[in-house]
Structures are given as C-alpha cells and as structure tokens.
C-alpha cells in the first residue's frame, strides 16, 4: 500500500478533537481520501457501505467496543483492511495483545502530531511500527496465547454477542439489538462455549475478560 489521492483511511475515536489532530497530521504527509467515526457502530456502517478502505486507526476505548473486542471483529470481518491502533493504553501488554490480534500498528496517543507524522506513514507504507522504545520479544505467557487462539476462532457474530455478553445483556435483548431469533443468539452462545473451551456464559465473559485484562469491561452477564 503506498500513499496516493486514492488513499482511504477512516479514523475511528470518540474524541473529535482528537480525530481533528490526527486528520491533519495525515494530511500534512500525504494525500488521501480520509473519513471519521465517533462510535463503532458508525465505523461498521461506514465499512457495510463501503469497504474499499485502506487503512483504519482504531481507538481502544470508544462506545461501541470494549477493548479489543472492536479489533477481533474488524480483523474477522473485513481481514484485509489493515488496523492500526491508536490508543492512550501504551503499556507492553496492551500493543502485545494488539499485535497478536492482528493489529498493523501501535501509536500512542501521548506521541505528538510531530511524532505521529513518520509513524502513520510507515504504515500507510505497508510496514508495521510500535514505537522504538517497546520490546515485544519477550516470551509470551502459554495460558494467554492459548487463550488467545481460541478468541479469534469466533466468528465476527460471534465476537458481537460475546462482546454484549460482556456488558451482561440477555438473549433476548442481544437479539434485539442484532435483529435475529432468541434461538440463533442461543446457537451463537453454545458455539462460542465450545470455541473458548468453556462451560458456561460467565466462564466466556471472564476468559473474554483475562486476554484483554483492563481493557475490555467486565458486567455480571445474567442467565437469560
């Protein structure tokens, strides 16, 4: 991927100063076609509209998503736009687990727009950067990586119900909110038990919960 006026980048965060920063720091670098999201559900009806994208910057904590829940399904929906994230998390943990979830990138936020300058350009470049100070060699932890592939065996269906498990909603509201059968938002649960190795719903919300560790929200999930 290299940089062209054809260049389509969506910048997802929930901050619209934040978002105005960051559009002019890509302008400043290169010309591109560049469009903003404010929740996770715009960003997804952007992408249903339109996925001829070449790059997304994710933020970690916006409404819609918890954690990395937003970058599981983005890489399980729509595998060949490349997602960097973009967060105010920076600690090794969390671009580790980003990286492994199959981010392209890692730039914190407390980079300036100075900084952010070289490093959105990598990357629009086709290369991967987490900044230089960060050493992600060291040995993973076995528990977490075998957690870790049993999380991105789910579907992107099967992220989205995991993740309002998460937020302690019931089927029948899941449903709802996905506009399909109490009976489907139940297969999905059952499927997703069996992927996470798991035998029941609070068993997936808090395996959910220790792969992400902080960054995705953990509620009480009910029986229903």
């Not at 290169?30 to 994710?58: C, H, N, S, V, Y």
């Not at 904590?61 to 060949?80: D, K």
């Not at 990598?122 to 992600?136: F, N, Q, R, S, T």
Request: charged fraction near 20%.
């Amino acid at each position: 991927m290299t940089a062209s006026d054809s260049t389509h980048i969506v910048i997802a965060d929930d901050h619209p100063l934040f978002r105005g920063a960051l559009r002019q720091a890509i302008a400043s670098i290169m010309p591109a076609k560049i469009d903003e999201a404010g929740t996770f559900e715009e960003l997804t009806a952007r992408l249903e509209q339109d996925a001829d994208i070449d790059l997304i910057l994710l933020d970690l904590s916006m409404p819609g998503i918890s954690g990395f829940s937003g970058l599981i399904y983005l890489r399980a929906q729509y595998a060949a736009i490349p997602v960097v994230v973009v967060s105010a998390s920076d600690d090794v943990a969390t671009i580790r687990r980003s990286m492994d979830f199959g981010a392209s990138g890692f730039i914190p936020k407390r980079l300036g727009i100075e900084a952010l300058r070289p490093a959105i350009f990598k990357v629009i470049e086709g290369d991967i950067w987490v900044p230089p100070d960060v050493d992600l060699s060291a040995a993973a932890d076995p528990e977490m990586t075998r957690l870790r592939d049993r999380l991105v065996t789910l579907t992107p269906q099967q992220v989205r119900v995991l993740m309002m498990l998460s937020e302690g909603l019931l089927n029948k509201q899941i449903a709802y909110e996905l506009s399909v059968s109490e009976a489907t938002i139940k297969a999905h649960v059952s499927a997703i038990l069996q992927k996470l190795g798991v035998e029941s719903r609070t068993q997936a919300v808090i395996a959910a919960a220790k792969i992400a560790g902080d960054q995705w929200r953990q509620s009480e999930p009910s029986a229903g």
